[in-house]
């Protein structure tokens, strides 16, 4: 019933609560004691003299400034208190936000703390309300950024900007602390230099807003370009220093050792008239990962190694061909901001290219991209795929070998490959295509240069021993290792291994006095070479082939291993 009342007699109502409120706001003539209207005082020239009204303890007015005039004592502008209040509140959460960055902290808390001064300032001016209202805007949007300076601290434009604005408020601040907010009502020169300052406060906040906006817009497209490159699935282990390295104790090359190869190899990185494909081949144990450790290593320290892809038969993701091209294109984004962002372009437009095979993989990841983006690439940027025919699909094999050999001419970046010479990447790289590469087989370099090296690689690493091999044992040991690392770093992690405690002296005993690869039930010795050669054999008798071609090679395995056994001696090489 009351809510129906109220509805029928609501423009009524409304017409009497207006009535009230201007009653309330007009200038009453002030009350005699008896309750008569008196006439105003007048000075002695006759001017009306300024009253008050006095109003009675009680009633519903309660302010004693003027009806034009506002707290701060400038004329009333409707809506005005609310602008700035709101203001007030902005600068409030801005500064809260802000714990992380206390020289813009401290200026905006004590911005807040000079908003009278300002208000009292502008109080005359027309834009009275606009002056709090494009501020109050500006530090809501800033809010949302504070958070990104932390990481800013140390940069020049921030700092800078920061500093402007502690000045201009510190000026402001000396019409406050001077007691001097009275007289700067009269004073308009006083107002317009507070305006002023005010506006370069709001001028330089509004510098700030833009930098860290965008800033923080640079940040949001850094993380779009880190989700498209990791979408690509990236092999992290395949890198040459990665941490799975270290599991399957991958390293470089002894101090002093393989100098004369690594020379060749850095000789045809930096010559800018070299062959843009490098091919080194080596029969197993011959230290081709080693050598592209070191060359990798080097190539970093120049800052020349663009990417690297280790291949491992003991990794599934390491042996997969087809994560190849996606690795070596994630390292090269990596390695140079120019092609990041073509390559990022690449994946918006086709985000499955590294789901394609590996022809297509390499144009659209990376032939496409650095065309695009060659003339930010330095000279001599080198890629690096060590032990190709670890992977576990040849046709792809041979189709990225076939990719490289038609592409590498016209991109900025030279590739360095390393594979036993199985038949299938011995023909491509052997190939006479016009294309131009060099060549070295590693197992035909001088012998006596690579004997020379593991008597080195052996005295190194067996050195730290409690009684050191003399250097008549070290030249038996090198004796029996041949020309292959392999061998020789096995007969290491025999006699002087680095996670368990053995007794090295007998191991080394055991080792200068075995006559046979397999003395007893259970030896250890060789199990690393069993391993590595079991791989070669069950390479060499693949399952495609014939009978009769299997038949063909187990004559030639007879013909070497046979004289060995006639005679008595040891097999070792």
Known sequence: YTTKLLSANWPSIRNDIQRAKGALISKPTPLSPSGQSQPSATSSSGSQIDSRPQVATGSLATSTTTPNENAAGGPLHEGSESTWDRLSKSLGILERSLELFPPLKSAVGALAGCLEIVKVAASNRAD??????????????????????????????????????????????????QGSIQRLRGATNHQEDVIKRYRQIERLFRQLQCDITMRAQDQVKKQLEITLLRGMLPVDDARYNSSYSMTIKRGGCTPETRQRVQQTLQEWAVDPTSSKIYWMNGMAGTGKTTIAYSFCEWLEQTNRLGASFFCSRISATCRSLNRVVPTLAYQLARYSPAFCST???????????????????????????????????PDGVVIVVDALDECDDAFSVRLLLDVLLNSTNDLPLKFFVLSRPEYVIRDRMMAKDGTTRSIMHLHDIEESIVKEDIKKYLTEALGSMSNPPSLEQIETLAQRAGTLFIYAATMVRYIHPKVIAVNSSARLKVMLEATKPHERKGDNKYRELDRLYATVLEAAFNEDLDADEKGHIQHVLWTTIYPSLRSGRPFNH
């Open 128 to 177: 009275y309300e606009e002056l709090a209202d494009e501020f109050q805007s500006m530090a809501n949007t800033l809010s949302g950024y504070a958070s990104k300076l932390e990481s800013e601290k140390g940069n020049g434009s921030v700092a800078n900007i920061v500093q402007c604005i502690q000045s201009h408020i510190a000026d402001i601040k000396q019409y406050k602390e």
């Open 343 to 377: 390559l990022c372009a690449a994946l918006n437009s086709n985000p499955d290219a590294a789901s394609l095979n590996v022809g297509q993989q390499f144009e659209k990841l990376v032939y496409h991209p650095m065309i695009e983006a060659k003339t930010a690439i």
